[in-house]
Antibody
């Protein structure tokens, strides 16, 4: 059964870089039929797509974050990552990783809270 | 950017009664392969969103059959045939037909 687990620091200082990893188990990270996504949810607010990476390495980012965000996949480790630079308190959120598929249901991780604070 | 508009924003419901939530898209969510890339999620306080419906009308594993999704193109509906107390929470629709992926603003369902 496919499972995704986010990992990374729960606390990041303002102006520093947030780095998260999503460990994928029970499924291939290299298939043509799905792609990998980061989504976030600030406390008390709605859901926001951060970015995606495809099997061929193509990436797409939320325009509001594009200058600060990088999503990449490491197929040898069956994981994909998110880095967000120059963070502010507005980047405090629960960050979710997910797999999206062309025909099968999407799968989400349980999420990890990242707080930006000095 | 595709904008998803959910209505109503808030929905008080009586247990045993039906409920319906609308999600309207600014562009068609029907892809060339014939699938509508529209999901429905339920998020309860302190929990992660739970997938209810994918591809517009496919019920996710373990989701009670009182939940159903319908629609195509730009108009979608999530229906609960008989609301139960455990159905309280915030419902979101999400489109994945085009980047940037976007979410509706959410509908808060409260049980009377």
């Amino acid at each position: 059964q496919l499972q995704l687990q986010e990992s990374g620091p729960g606390l990041v200082k303002p102006s520093e870089t947030l780095s998260l990893t999503c460990i994928v188990s029970g499924g291939s990270i290299t298939s043509d039929f799905h792609y990998w996504v980061w989504i976030r949810q600030p406390p008390g607010k709605g859901l926001e797509w951060v970015g995606s990476v495809y099997h061929n390495g193509d990436t797409y980012y939320n325009p509001s974050l594009k200058s600060r965000v990088t999503v990449s996949a490491d197929t040898s480790k069956s994981q994909f990552s998110l880095t967000l630079s120059s963070v502010t308190v507005a980047d405090t959120a629960v960050y979710f990783c997910a797999r999206r598929d062309l025909v099968f249901p999407p799968t989400w991780g349980q999420g990890t809270l990242v707080t930006v604070s000095s | 950017e595709i904008v998803l508009t959910q209505s109503p924003l808030s929905l008080p419901v009586t247990p045993g009664e039906p409920a319906s939530i609308s999600c309207r898209s600014s562009q068609s969510l029907l892809f060339s392969n014939g699938y509508n890339y529209l999901d429905w999620y339920l998020q309860k306080p302190g929990q992660s969103p739970r997938l209810l419906i994918y591809l517009g009308s496919n019920r996710a594993s373990g989701v009670p059959d009182r939940f159903s999704g319908s629609g195509s193109g730009t108009d979608f509906t999530l229906k609960i045939s008989r609301v139960e107390a455990e159905d309280a929470g915030i419902y979101y629709c999400m489109q994945a037909v085009a980047n940037p992926l976007t979410f509706g603003g959410g509908t808060k369902v409260e049980i009377k």
